[in-house]
């Protein structure tokens, strides 16, 4: 009965790994720590002109991926990087910039500036605006910047399967570290600055990755299948379990020790 156990334990984590394993590859952040990103990255400026990613890099830069109508972590994002914005004794314009680009080739840059206008307005360095641009690109172009600074992300219908995290990169456009979740903490933030300008790369010092995503069941089968062997994997070891207890000579003088 033990043996048995143990295989239902074992093909229930099994089933559970492969499961996982089959979306782990599509979206997350993958490290790309000291990887230099390209220049000839073609954006949307918010005048709604096409400029190069790389003449736009020149100092320490906070860069971040969203797009402006996800239901989930991209707003906390922004709210995070508004939020180190006006902690850090860091300047922007100074020490560092912020760039944020929209990930979906379907929103205008309209858009863009609407939501970029909604956390200025909030802030309290009135040259916040300044320094933290917003851009829009084609889908290629998404591609290329987020595949080579490690930020991989999936469409699942009319939203997003990603990662929540910010990327300083160097004035050289070298990635110098990442920050996970949705909060930047300034000490980390002000440490990491000082070695971009330096071209130093640092070693994410958190790294608990957060999704955001909006998965429907019934068009996401790893899901299904995940969910699915969980719940009868755990049924059915807890019937077995059961059985095994009620059963066997040893649980049953357990049971008459108690009484």
């Known amino acids: 009965m033990i043996s048995a156990l143990r295989l239902l334990a074992i093909w229930l984590i099994c ?3 492969l499961a996982i394993s089959a979306q782990d590859g599509r979206y997350g952040i993958f490290e790309k720590t000291g990887d230099i990103l390209p220049a000839n990255i073609r954006l949307t400026n918010e005048d709604s002109v096409i400029v190069n990613f790389g003449d736009l890099i020149d100092k320490p830069t906070l860069l971040s991926f969203v797009y402006f109508n996800c239901p989930g972590l991209c707003s906390p994002v922004m709210d995070g990087i508004a939020e180190i914005i006006d902690k850090s004794d860091l300047r922007p314009g100074r020490d560092y910039q912020v760039i944020t680009i929209g990930i979906d080739y379907r929103e205008p840059i309209s858009l863009a500036k609407a939501k970029k206008a909604s956390y200025v307005r909030a802030m309290k360095r009135a040259d916040a605006g300044k320094y933290w641009q917003f851009y829009v690109a084609d889908s290629s172009e998404v591609r290329k ?42 000490m980390h933030f002000h440490l990491a600055v000082n070695d971009a300008k330096n071209e130093i790369s640092d070693p994410s010092r958190i790294k608990e990755q957060k999704y955001c995503y909006n998965f429907v069941p019934h ?31 040893r649980s049953k003088q357990f049971y008459k020790d108690i009484k």
């Open 145 to 186: 910047i987020t595949s080579a600074a490690g930020w991989k992300f999936r469409r699942t219908g009319n939203d997003f399967v990603h990662s929540a995290a910010t990327i300083l990169i160097t004035p050289h456009r070298r990635v110098n570290q990442y920050f996970y979740g949705t909060f930047i903490i300034p």
């Open 219 to 249: 068009t996401n089968n790893s899901y299904s299948l995940m969910i699915s062997s969980a719940g009868i994997g755990i049924l059915v070891l807890a019937v077995i379990l059961f059985i095994w207890l009620s059963l066997t000579p």
């Open 15 to 17: 089933s559970l790994n």
